[in-house]
């Protein structure tokens, strides 16, 4: 990895930032933020500024260039990355560290007095610019929006942004048409008293129209925004991929509707202007709902008085909790991804013997097995693939500068999961081909044990995922182990790998309680730098807990694992489990030998088959 | 309990809200917050304003007086006791129901237009006056500070502010002097670059001048501010107790001293003007430090821009990590308190089966017993005594009205603590004098183990206490049982029974991590309306915990009881622990044989060394 020489970007972006053309008056900085203007985590190339601007193409980032300096801000995960994808045109300030100051405090630092600092206000989450700009004011300087996004005039072979063909989802795949999701949505609106919405998210456009795109790589999303008034619907999308019969007919473009359910389709660049005419149109006591997450400047399209913010919109959370459609669209899923794997370990377990297989190659024969599964779309986020020491960086990926052959000798580590037209999966499995150490045991086995302590949580409905996090982790931190990540993440039904409102996570944040229907992952870990990385995690569903007593009469709650991948048994030390444990483990094997069993028979995948029966034997204590 | 009759008191306030002589312009509501001009949880007569306009004199409670109406807000804890205490002038506003307006919401329904609202500056939180101001202004209102407290001016027969001797605490009680505080203090101040610092919470100031009062029942504080500077030290507390020759010796108020340490006594009503005077004399970028719980009035006293809040001030985080002195104290006061629940519980045995205990008269000879040990000084709060359904109103308190009579067919609960010039103690004990049900030993067993989970969690350095809480509770859940109450609360060093920053609780609330020193409390319960309440309490120390591995050389901690009183056996389940717990309990008990059996024969206690004998028998699983 070569670092990008950057002198003459910089040089350029300096001029513009000076340039009549562009700005008003000049500016002495300019911030480049990661996101796109729906602050998606994955982004799509025409939106990767700040790699195009730097060279460090990680997932989080945020660059700020002024006429003397220019500077990086990024986590721990990053900095080794960061370090080598930049020239020394550049400072990187490493995130978490004590020393490292916030980009306010360095900015006031650096700048000359009364400095104006712009910024793309579309990129610019309004609550992130609200700090900033009280920060740099209270120092005398100004946050001003630039309205034409600066990199854009010097990236001059910008990628356009993608507009490709739409997905439509029929009921067999929604359980609710978007006529019903727009009606529910009316009514929270009417519950709060707020007569428009402003749907900024990717993911909740496409959840609420029943729509799939492929614009940005890994989620099935396209760009577009929509503003639901109590009477209009307005959707906000390029393209002629409106004119897909398939499409105008699933959203009744030609049809004579209520007029309540007509959808007015209009330029994907016209959500501001029409968002300011709603802005004016609006009587006293009349607000605009939007996520408070949602761009500094469709925020401020809304007079101050008419906002009414949330963290979490009605949309994502109604999209958290899946109808009995979308969860056995979910099962079903599963059950294919499942397949896959067992296809893929088998067949690892043949070949890794022989010196051949790589971390890429195994990652691409996951795929491959993956995609003959029926409504395979892609993958639904890039293939951990990581044997030996590659196990211990988190969020590692094969690359052939890394690239390590599979060995009898080593743990390795796979996380992978795709998006079928039913469900979208996310699975993460250690093994190893050889014989693993008593230590290698051990440690899989703490891990293993805070798996299932979660899995086989049950605690009463109304409790938030962060409440569940300790548990995880409670093996590992008596014996002094420990992991430096979240324990799950909420998972989408062929949406986002990644979505909230839910989580379990020791770092406390604004996670909605967990309800029956809600999917999240639940995947600890444990990562010794430089040798090895454990990670076992399965995607499960909240379901109601049968208890012996029903305390206020609440109820309770508790996961049942749709991911149904064997869990390797010859790096468990049964004798480190419990006979609960045990018994978890063994009911486990037995339902992926049933469901799992029963389609790869179905299949005829008969060698597959066999792996699974040897991989689900019961294991017994000894004790 | 019948009502106190308001309509009187109603009328003089309305007309005071109303008198150019107390308010500059009328006001038309007037706010009575709980508290006093410090912020305290407990405190004293003089204090008690709310209960005074209103008869309702729980804990919590906010009122509200307006020109047609009176409003009191409190929490789920007082529903029943403030609407037996309120007479129909007053409507009840339950907290955390649905359907409660909130007190701005409710105030903007009944205010007409344009109104003024009053409060008392000194005991509103400048945090709280900012969200009530913006509320009201936005909807037109003005929430406006009244110098003289209105209450105060119709309460003909108010109790004076107390003003007690002030106790001396040597170094063999704090292990560290006042002068060593203050320089500890103000190197923080200097790592921060604040010179100035308010100390406005009672125990904080008691804690830095290692002075102890009893201006408040049952926490050994005194009123008083201070105001440090980097050079001047300047102490806010009237009557002759500055003439306390051992005062004035301990404060060295006479002695030739570095002017740093010179402490300059002055009026406690001073503390305004002189606060205001420092602000004036501020130079630029100086600023000063205060709790962002502070009244509105000292906060505004500095002008917004030399303001430095922040919620936890640098006294209280250092107050919560005890020194070795501290420790040996609390040990120490332990121990005492220890033998006098030996000897209760051994008198409670005998007497109970003759019908001739009340709660009232068992919570008395708590006291008696505990009064016989050295350096006894007061209890800690109110005791809660209270046996059968009684035990199911967890912050109950027996009253004449209420008293119940102990017995051989009911669960007894015994929540109490007390202030010895060693330590500060607080233990629950559940007992039964006859033959507990199955169920209620089942209920009880998960209470153990939840309360044996957390006090045998390991954890890692810098864990906050927050994620403990649900180890706590997962034993009761997997049943469909819990508790609606924390599990623990930082504890002083004869100081407050409850104090910051630190606690185990499933509110996420702004804790401080857990550090080796601190002591909490561990008191997991069980409670059915109308039957019986459990509830297991032990304080408990943290300590550094030996484990296997290390990771990231981060170490880890875990907790040792310092309470030392045993659980009775009889109400433990037995199989229904795991070996390691039932491990625990024996080796707990143990422990109060050796320790507090020691004890209780160098008393000469012989027949509590008994009852103490036959209560830490081993338990035996007979699985």
Redesign the interface.
């Known amino acids: 990895m070569s670092p990008k020489i950057t002198t003459e970007l910089l040089k350029q972006l300096r001029q513009v930032m000076k340039s009549p053309k562009y700005v008003q008056e000049p500016v002495q900085a300019y911030i480049v933020p990661s996101g796109d203007a729906h602050q998606s985590e994955y982004i799509a190339p025409c939106d990767c500024r700040r790699a195009f601007i730097s060279g460090f193409d990680g997932s989080a980032g945020t660059a700020i260039v002024t006429e003397q300096h220019a500077a990086m801000w990024t986590d721990g995960r990053y900095f080794l990355q960061a370090a080598h994808q930049m020239d020394n045109n550049w400072t990187l300030m490493k995130l978490g560290l004590k020393d490292t100051p916030t980009q306010e405090d360095w900015l006031v630092s650096v700048l000359p007095e009364g400095s104006k600092v712009g910024v793309d206000p579309f990129i610019i989450p309004a609550d992130q610019w609200k700090r900033m700009s009280k920060a740099l004011r209270s120092a005398g300087h100004d946050l001003v929006p630039i309205k034409e996004n600066l990199i854009d005039t010097i990236w001059t072979d910008r990628p356009q942004r993608p507009c490709k063909p739409l997905i439509t989802l029929d009921l067999s795949y929604t359980g609710v048409n978007w006529r019903d999701k727009i009606v529910a949505l009316r009514s929270k609106m009417a519950e709060r008293k707020v007569p428009w919405f402003v749907v900024t998210a990717l993911d909740e456009v496409a959840w609420l129209f029943n729509l799939r795109g492929s614009d940005v790589e890994y989620n099935p999303v396209f760009f577009a925004y929509a503003v639901i008034g109590m009477n209009t619907i307005r959707l906000f999308i390029d393209g002629g991929r409106m004119m897909d019969p398939a499409v105008r007919e699933h959203l009744q473009l030609d049809s004579t509707l209520e007029p309540e359910f007509k959808i007015q389709v209009m330029p994907y660049g016209s959500i501001l202007s029409e968002l300011q005419a709603v802005g004016a149109s609006l009587s006293p006591k009349e607000k605009v709902w939007i996520s408070d997450k949602a761009s500094y400047a469709l925020t401020e399209a809304i007079p101050k008085a008419y906002r009414y913010l949330t963290p979490y919109t009605p949309i994502c959370i109604a999209k958290a909790v899946k109808n009995a459609s979308e969860t056995e669209g979910m099962r079903r899923a599963h059950i294919k991804d499942a397949v896959a794997l067992c296809e893929l370990f088998n067949w690892l377990e043949k070949e890794v013997p022989k010196g051949t297989v790589t971390e890429i190659i195994a990652a691409d024969k996951a795929e491959e097995f993956r995609s003959q599964q029926k409504d395979f779309v892609e993958l639904s986020f890039a293939t951990i693939s990581s044997t030996g020491p590659n196990g211990a960086i988190i969020h590692y990926k094969p690359v052939p500068e890394t690239n390590r052959t599979l060995s009898v000798n080593e743990i390795y580590l796979l996380d992978s999961g795709a998006q079928y037209k039913d469900g979208t999966t996310d699975v993460t499995r250690t093994v190893h081909f050889g014989t693993p150490s008593a230590y290698e045991k051990e440690c899989f086995t703490y891990v293993l044990k805070g798996h299932i302590a979660v899995s086989a ?4 409905n109304g409790t938030k995922g ?6 995880a982790r ?1 093996a ?7 992991y430096l990540h979240g324990t799950g993440h909420g998972v989408g039904s062929f949406l986002n790998v990644h979505e909230g409102p839910c989580g379990i996570s ?1 770092k ?1 944040f604004a996670d909605e309680p967990l309800e029956a229907g809600m999917i999240v992952s639940d995947e600890p870990g444990y990562y010794e730098d430089g040798s090895f990385g454990i990670r076992i995690e399965n995607v499960v569903l909240v379901i109601p ?1 049968e ?6 009469n ?1 109820g ?1 709650l508790t996961f049942e694992p749709l991911t149904l991948v064997p869990i390797q048994t010859k790096m468990i030390d049964v004798n480190l489990l ?1 006979e609960k444990e045990c018994n978890w483990v063994n009911d486990y094997h037995r339902k992926c030998r049933e469901v799992i069993g029963a389609e790869l028979e179905r299949q005829g995948r008969h060698e597959a088959l066999q792996w699974l029966i040897r991989e689900t034997e019961p294991v017994i204590r000894v004790q």
Chains 1, 2 share one sequence.
Request: with cysteine; net charge neutral.
């Open positions: 949580a049950i605690f009463p962060h409440l569940l996090d300790s548990f409670s590992l931190w008596d014996c002094g182990l420990d020791y406390t807990a208890t012996k007593y029903n305390f206020k609440r309770s419990t």
